[in-house]
């Protein structure tokens, strides 16, 4: 099998390379725009909460260039852009739900014209108090959605008969996405109440959905259509929906092409955020380090609506237990609502917010010993007798974690290097070392069983040549290129017979948005699905020809062949077609052995466990907080790759984006409720020199032991995880200065917060 | 309104423009030269990067009219008879981008760091030297790479060229 793989597991270049590094690889914003498009700004509500009495909006009107302003009267159908409950509109009708809000749109000639115009407006708000903090929500008692918990055991006596204990309260930052190209889509009307958008979305059947929603239509009169996108990291899963909504509205009311593309200080006031949240926790253990109890309450910051929040948040709960084995736990969420723009996908999806906590603790359990933390970890990892989840799913594969800490603890020469850094912190008053190791497990599919399936449509033409689409999007992760070597190793052929298409709910309908690390996983799967079907008609027809078994049949080296008769692949096409057999197939792929059962706390969500772990060290200057960090060492568990080159670029990528949530990205909300850190001036995202020079990263041999495209494992979102070893190093450094006491330093690890944090455990020693 | 003539990739262009236009709005909207593409807006993410008589600059805060009679290259003028420029084919060949939003920007940024510092780069220096360019996918490790490598060539096609 594996000689016939010209393509699958070599680590070729993204399929748009060539393009991005031309320059003409087009994004929304660059395509040809139809004669006479008409460029859209918004109208900010200047409130976070209240009631709208009037927009003010007599001046825009009348400012030139302005063809037209719309507000939520102007809308055709429903005034809804929620992707789950309706509890989201479109433009602000009676009241304001955050600051930055949509309340109106402006239809001009030009982009400067519309922008000009939406700052004229003079709204008025009958403002009241916002709620902004997690502690301000929960004072209100207001969520988005219902309190949900799931565990094993009885907590409160568990708790309370382990030899010892501890508890805290710890903050974990928001996160900006700050996808380089910012939200953007253009509208194009067409015949018949035809609307055909191009959307910068992850999620294109969603943006269809929802745009025949607010016009009104049936979702067949509406094509969403995508290429690429400049990045999207969840903030365009489902929050790419209310521009693309935007532009549909104005290029119905207009008749004409309509295009919108946020400013990015709009963009980052105004666009959802990773979930802010605040865990108390309260665990039990024994003097081995050994985890007996655990209750944990994740407080999530939710913004206005339900948008994501209600997988985001289970998927925290889901990961609270990061690799390790909890007897006796509870894991209790409230989803608060907040007036601020509703919180979001973020690369994770809660995920990393949940294992942050479970990593707080165990440092929490070392500390308090005066234990190595990476024992603590190594002590209660998920192992053969101890491998049920809290939620019931068994860990049947922890071997894998257990075989990757082993070797990144050699590799990375842990014990060595934790003994130079005792020995330098010893002689150095101001400048601490830490270190520290921290394993990822990530569980892979949606929990929401629905979004667990794919299509493709795939076709091939008379000289051979295969057009391929599947409802996969791509934001630069590869998965474009992935599956054309897929789609390329079926056939048999070379890749650049195979045309990759931009994604369409035209061609592939009723999709899941591009999102929980399985874009391969689903649509690799359906594209093979559709290969292997029109391989069979080719193989059927190659029997009869040849009067052998369509079984022998060999795809291979741009041929069919069994034995000595050999047909090239093209000649196949082409007589195919005269013989009247169909060259196109779509293929459609539902992820097999999932039973989540919500209301019951248990089940198996997940196919399987993606692994990795990271091993960080950092300095940090305690008189002002400044840190670097110096060494970076990855082992990281992709199954058998696709693409060895683009799962090392997700795991390199998504390491130091976590290490920019953990550590110098900090959202600031004033009392009003306005962000204030919005744009990059403000809000510090990692450049080239935040990143160490000595950054090393591994792939884990091995396949993945469930039945995925190649054996291989998904991989956007697990690495993101792995910079939690740089925030537990710099916790690691700050314990240097006052060994056994807990560590009071939240996320993100600003110089501030590190400065705090050191002020706080050692007083009167440096300051 | 107002008029402006700059050689862009070699070719004489005229226009009349409103004075505030921006020089990415110019290349983009007028010239339709968008592989110059506007990410923050406020010339901080670097993916705007052009290069105004041989010197690079952030064309979001640019005003197209303050360069009359200028030498503007974009990324579009920097590959010649068809054939990548050296960094180009440097940031292709090592897996230097991913969503490849911030790549046009990064690699003008890049040639102009060689054209400045000459072709044997350290990898400090090279770090340091991309603090105006954001990229938010790969983690810079590639690309990092990516320019080492693209600064050799760059040094190689030239002593060729000799």
Redo the contacts between chains.
Sequence with gaps: MSDTLRHVSRALPHDSARKHVAGTAAYVDDLPEPHGTLHLAIGLSPAARGRLIDLGIDAVRAAPGVVAVLTADDIPGRNDIAPSLNDEPLLATDRVLYFGQPIFLVVATTRDAARLAARLARPVVEKETPSVTIEDALARGETVLPDYAFGRGNVAPALADAPLRAQGQFRIGGQEHFYLEGQVALAIPGEDGEMLVHSSTQHPTEVQHVVARILGVPQALVTCETRRMGGAFGGKESQATQWAALAALAAHATRRACKLRLDRDDDMQITGKRHDMRADWDIGFDSDGLIHAIDLQLNARCGCSADLSQGVVDRAMFHADNAYFLPVVDIRSKRLKTDSVSNTAFRGFGGPQGMLAMERMIDAVAWSLGKDPLDVRKANLYRPGHDETPYGMRVTDADTIHAIIATLEETAHYRERRAEIAAFNAQSPVLKKGLALTPVKFGISFTLKALNQAGALVNVYADGSVRLNHGGTEMGQGLYQKIAQLVADEFGIGIERVRITATTTAKVPNTSPTAASAGTDLNGMAAIVACREIKARLAAYAATLWECDADDIVFAEDALSAGNRRMSFKDAAASAIRERISLSSTGFYATPDLTWERDKGRGRPFYYFAYGAACSEVIVDMLTGENRVTRVDILHDVGRSLNPAIDMGQIEGGFVQGMGWLTTEELVYDSDGRLRTHAPSTYKIPVASDVPEHFQVMLHPGANREATVHRSKAVGEPPLMLAISVFAALCDALHSLAPGKLVPLDAPATPEAILRAARQIAPGDLF | MASVTMTVNGKTVTATI?P?TLLSSFL?EHL???????????S??G?CVVHVDGRAIKSCTALAVSLDGAHVT???GL?SDGH?HPM??A???H?G????????GM?MSAVDIVNRKGAMLD??T???E??G????????????KAVAAGAQAMAATKVAAE
């Design positions: 409103d505030r983009r339709r030269l968008t592989g110059t593409h506007v990410g923050c807006d406020t901080q993410c993916a974009t990324i579009e590959a990548l180009q084919e940031f292709r060949e897996h981008l991913q969503c490849g939003f911030c790549t046009p690699i990898e400090h090279i770090r340091e991309l603090e360019n954001i990229c938010r996918c790969t983690g810079y490790h590639n690309i990092v």
